[in-house]
């Protein structure tokens, strides 16, 4: 069987700051994103404020309605509200101290000399929705509404019952690649014999599948004694990963922060009543993967930074969910 270097991107698409432009606008402005979970804005007057892929946003809670702006303030852009979570029952820019009703609308500007039209300095609206108790956000008011986009996620998700668990940790982590070299990664078990000597103790990588269901893959893999496991591995693209079981999951969401890092965030639940052990154990071991996964990224970004490769080749038994994110990134920046 012969290989095909077709679509197999140059290096310089994962090291490109023009491109990383592109691809903040044509993919991560457009798709939605994980930002969490609604619990975290269940009180009324909760905001949470993140960084997705260099676009600033807050989604706040005004009195049981969810809503997302963008966290700058109409006059000269300042932050509304510091990066992380908290409570508020306004808005009011760090700044120059112009403040705004939770729902957006702006209700003074400070000391301004003359007050603007408040309709037409209202804050910016990005879209907001949950599902089954994690927190979403677009930029894009044309994205399909989130349950149709998750699509088959949505559907290999049902027998789990994601919403009885609770919020053990949370980790964030920057890593020194382009978010496509993360992305692929995640897409093939093919690296796992050398990568992580942990999980292939676990698993049988040789007979590691993904499935490819729309823009979403369906990883599984039997264990060494050759039992199937009981959960799920889901993948949609750009940046979400969940992964179920019985009696917990592992929320996982990523985008770029620049042409060459990545944020990874982590959100780690589990059914009441779970051993501790169990819980340590588990968010150990995906730290343990996430930390593997880390050094061999790092060094493939570096040599992608070195200018001495040149398209390779893509494995037809192993890396089909590679091509995917290649294919998906291509198609977003050709209609981009």
Not at 15 to 27: L, N, T
Not at 258 to 265: F, H, I, K, Y
Request: proline share 6%; net charge negative.
């Amino acid at each position: 069987m012969t290989t095909e270097t077709t679509g197999v991107p140059a290096a310089r698409t994962y090291v490109d700051p023009d491109r990383y432009e592109v691809e903040r606008r044509v993919v991560f402005a457009r798709e939605w994103t994980a930002v969490g979970v609604a619990s975290a804005v269940a009180p009324p007057g909760s905001y949470v404020s993140v960084w997705v892929a260099g676009y600033p946003l807050v989604v706040v809670n005004d009195a049981g309605t969810l809503r997302a702006f963008q966290n700058v303030c109409r006059h000269r852009a300042g932050p509304l509200v510091d990066e992380g979570s908290g409570t508020c029952g306004r808005f009011v820019c760090r700044y120059h101290g112009w403040a705004y009703a939770l729902d957006g609308r702006l209700t003074s500007a400070r000391d301004f000399g003359a007050e603007p039209d408040a309709a037409s300095f209202s804050l910016v609206a990005a879209r907001v929705a949950t599902w089954r108790g994690l927190l979403f956000v677009s930029l894009d008011p044309a994205e399909p509404d989130l349950e149709a986009w998750l699509g088959a996620v949505a559907r290999h998700s049902a027998s789990f019952p994601m919403e009885t668990y609770a919020v053990t940790h949370r980790s964030s982590h920057d890593l020194a690649v382009n978010w496509k070299v993360y992305a692929e990664n995640y897409q093939e078990g093919y690296h796992i014999p050398l990568v992580h000597p942990g999980l292939n103790r676990q698993i049988d990588a040789s007979r590691y599948e993904v499935v490819i269901d729309g823009a979403v893959t369906v990883h599984a893999a039997p264990t060494r004694d050759g039992a199937v496991t009981d959960g799920a591995w889901l993948w949609h693209f750009p940046g979400l990963a969940l992964n179920l079981y019985p009696t917990g999951m592992c929320l996982e969401s990523y985008w770029p922060t620049g042409p060459a890092s990545t944020r990874v965030e982590y959100t780690f639940a589990f059914a009441p009543g779970t051993p501790d052990d169990e819980v340590d154990g588990a968010v150990a071991s995906s730290l343990a993967i996430l930390d593997e996964d880390r050094a061999i990224c790092e060094a493939v970004q570096r040599n992608l930074e070195s200018g001495l490769v040149r398209p390779g080749v893509l494995s037809p038994r192993h890396e089909a969910g590679v091509a995917l994110v290649q294919r998906l990134v291509a198609d977003a920046v050709g209609h981009g």
